[in-house]
């Protein structure tokens, strides 16, 4: 099988598969998810609040500035607009 960054818990209508088909859909899922799990996908769906200096963040290179350094500081939000 395989090996992926992620864990995946599969739940397949037939209990007897080969590790071809395994290997085969785990290779689709993972293909599909690393589109998903983009940073574009991220800052369509989101936007960073920081209540410090009263701005909304919706540029994906200033969403990215935000949480890249200011990891822990308070009152900086991530909204989700969906």
Do not use: G
């Not at 071809?20 to 989101?46: N, P, T």
């Not at 009263?54 to 308070?74: C, E, G, S, V, Y």
């Amino acid at each position: 099988m395989s090996s992926f960054s992620r864990d995946l818990w599969l739940h397949p209508k037939q209990d007897h598969r080969n590790p071809q088909e395994l290997d085969r859909e785990l290779a689709f899922l993972h293909a599909l998810l690393y589109h998903a799990e983009s940073w574009e996908a991220f800052c369509q769906a989101h936007e960073i609040i920081d209540t410090h200096k009263r701005k909304i963040f919706r540029k994906p290179h200033l969403m990215q500035k935000a949480l890249h350094n200011n990891r822990d500081t308070a009152f900086l939000f991530v909204n989700n607009l969906n």
